[in-house]
């Protein structure tokens, strides 16, 4: 019995660990609000920086740039981060704030089914005994000077012995075990950021002149500002596509376009 109750508990434990493996059960997609619609790309889960969740550090990301992709907030029991984490890679969010608050423990008792083979028999029976058999015959014969009689008598005495073995299985039975348990739970809150605006650093040989195009007979469109916001639509090797006041251009990787 003293064996029995730590492999039941360890059932249970193991179960409540792998409920949030999938997104469909992970608690920071039941209690999240989505800010951002936008669809980015998803990123590996170990490139996602957790931090403090505090006032001062959501200011300091928003000011680089950063935007709320979406927040979460449930109580549970704790969730480890890396689901948070999870939820951030799915999101394309690379930047997670996280907390969690105490908020009390809860006690309880499960009763748990503990079925029991039956117990098993084996009956033996032993069958023994004498065997006599007696026999007895007459003969005769004729023939041409006369005739003769004659008799024989035989007799026949042994013994037996037969066992018989049984198997008898009685069925099984199924008994109840209390286990006491308890919970600690928590408000868990996480905050998911996305980087979404960039600017050009100021320097000696600042540029930031961007195009309608990429190739040599493109017209230039305008200059961003140093230290301006901008978003990146898209990058390749020579250029990126960015989005600069509301219109679209071609921005060309240099030494100049020192990107933040």
């Not at 540029?207 to 500002?225: F, P, R, W």
């Not at 990126?240 to 060309?252: A, C, M, N, P, Q």
Request: glycine share 6%; aromatic share 16%; proline share 2%.
């Amino acid at each position: 019995m003293k064996k029995l109750l730590p492999l039941i508990i360890l059932s249970l434990t193991l179960l409540n660990c792998g409920a949030y493996v999938n997104k469909s059960s992970n608690p920071y997609y039941f209690g999240m609000v989505t800010v951002d619609k936008t669809q980015y790309k998803k990123i590996k889960h170990k490139n996602v920086k957790i931090y403090d969740y505090t006032d001062s550090n959501a200011e300091y990301f928003l000011k680089r740039g950063y935007i709320i992709k979406a927040k979460s907030s449930f109580r549970n029991t704790f969730v480890d981060l890396s689901w948070a984490q999870l939820a951030a890679s799915q999101l394309g969010s690379d930047v997670l704030l996280c907390k969690s608050n105490y908020v009390g423990t809860a006690s309880a008792t499960t009763v748990i089914p503990w079925r029991v083979a039956g117990e098993t028999y084996i009956a033996t029976s032993t069958t023994s005994g004498n065997i006599s058999l007696n026999g007895y015959s007459d003969s005769s014969v004729i023939g041409s000077n006369g005739y003769a009689f004659g008799n024989s008598t035989s007799n026949v005495n042994g013994t037996h012995s037969s066992t018989t073995t049984t198997t008898i299985r009685t069925p099984d039975k199924y008994q109840l075990y209390s286990v006491p348990y308890s919970k600690d739970y928590y408000d868990q809150y996480a905050l998911f950021m996305v980087k979404k605006y960039y600017w050009l650093s100021l320097n000696a040989y600042y540029d930031g002149s961007y195009y309608n195009g990429i190739d040599k007979n493109s017209s230039k469109i305008g200059t961003i500002k140093a230290n301006h916001f901008f978003e990146i639509l898209d990058e390749t090797k020579k250029y990126y596509k960015i989005r600069y006041r509301g219109i679209e251009g071609y921005l060309y990787k240099n030494e100049w376009n020192i990107i933040n």
